[in-house]
């Protein structure tokens, strides 16, 4: 991990997280169960073109949306991921929609 809190494989992990060897009953944040589970869901989106990605999200009503549409093109990952390469297709200029925030159920 560096001093960003980016791991080797490029992901970053949720705000909060423990980090290694802080948590007792299990590895921590960067541990190499922790780097290989990012590091697959990574690969699993990588499979899907940057383009057809972005046209897949523009398309959704909603990020849920995205989301089902992705697992069933790749396989489970989870929301974070998806929105991870939400945010590095845009950083590399991508146009994308953005979604209005969820309302909570009450």
């Not at 929105?83 to 845009?90: D, E, G, I, K, P």
């Amino acid at each position: 991990m560096n001093a960003a809190g980016v791991n080797d494989t490029g992901c970053q992990p949720p705000a909060g997280s423990r980090q290694e060897g802080s948590s007792p009953g299990g590895p921590g944040v960067g541990s190499p169960a922790q780097q290989l589970d990012c590091a697959a869901m990574t690969n699993k989106l990588s499979t899907l073109p940057r383009n057809q990605f972005v046209a897949l999200w523009n398309a959704a009503v909603t990020l849920d949306d995205v989301v089902t549409k992705v697992c069933e093109l790749v396989g489970r990952v989870p929301r974070w991921a998806v929105l991870a390469r939400a945010a590095a297709c845009r950083k590399a200029g991508a146009e994308m929609k953005k979604f209005a925030p969820a309302r909570n159920a009450e």
